[in-house]
């Protein structure tokens, strides 16, 4: 079974995106580039863990990541 992650990366990442190399070792990734859209796709994948690689989105991470954990008790989160 392929771990899957939601991955939320600014349209304006800074750094260079790892989904390609992820996707090679066989992880199931989906991509958002917002931390409300983010929102919206949590409880439909449930993802085994969350990756915020992205510049201050719109909300800001500290709570994006407390309305993620939210919905999902106990889900890791990687900034």
Do not use: Y
């Not at 992650?5 to 990734?29: N, Q, T, V, Y």
């Not at 919206?40 to 690689?53: A, K």
């Amino acid at each position: 079974m392929k771990a899957k992650i939601l991955w939320i990366e600014g349209k304006r990442a800074d750094s260079p995106s790892f989904i390609p190399s992820l996707r090679k070792k066989d992880f199931f990734i989906e991509a958002v580039s917002t931390g409300s859209a983010a929102l919206q796709r949590v409880t439909e994948l449930g993802p085994d863990l969350v990756v915020i690689n992205a510049p201050p989105l719109r909300t800001h991470r500290q709570r994006t990541c407390r309305s993620l954990r939210d919905q999902l008790t106990g889900l890791p989160i990687i900034l």
